[in-house]
């Protein structure tokens, strides 16, 4: 309750920053490295991040251009609720079905997981987020 809109920027922010790290250690495995312990962990931090509620994060009014700390957020993602909802809850799903299949050892599928998971980041990129 009651949270600056500098600090609800930080905290998505960081949000978005840890999930790309474990994209990352999930793509590392794909290719070779990593274990799958390591997949499981990745894919479990990026679920919780998912499951977190993180959408309340984004506090009215806090588009960029008005003054805050740097954000791409576009102003689209206060006015367009419909569309920000579906692409949230697509990423929601894929995240948990990230996580359920991360320990199951079936490399292709996993590969297919991070292409569908991943395809929900950019979506949501490619509308609400401005350009850098
Ligand atoms: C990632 C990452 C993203 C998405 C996006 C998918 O691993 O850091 O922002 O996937 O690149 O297109």
């Not at 009014?61 to 569309?83: L, N, P, V």
Request: with cysteine; aromatic share 6%.
């Amino acid at each position: 309750a009651n949270l600056k809109v500098d600090e609800a920027i930080k905290y998505r922010q960081s949000a978005y920053t840890f999930m790309a790290w474990n994209m990352g250690r999930i793509r590392a495995n794909t290719e070779g490295e990593l274990s799958r312990d390591e997949v499981v962990k990745a894919a479990n931090a990026i679920a919780a991040i998912a499951n977190s509620g993180l959408g309340s994060l984004f506090v009215p009014g806090s588009d960029q251009g008005k003054g805050w700390i740097e954000t791409r957020a576009k102003s689209e993602i206060f006015t367009d609720g419909a569309g920000v909802g579906k692409v949230a809850m697509r990423f929601n799903q894929e995240a948990n079905a990230m996580a359920a299949i991360a320990g199951t050892g079936d490399a292709a599928a996993l590969k297919a997981q991070l292409g569908k998971l991943g395809a929900t980041c950019k979506s949501c990129h490619d509308n609400y987020r401005a350009k850098a």
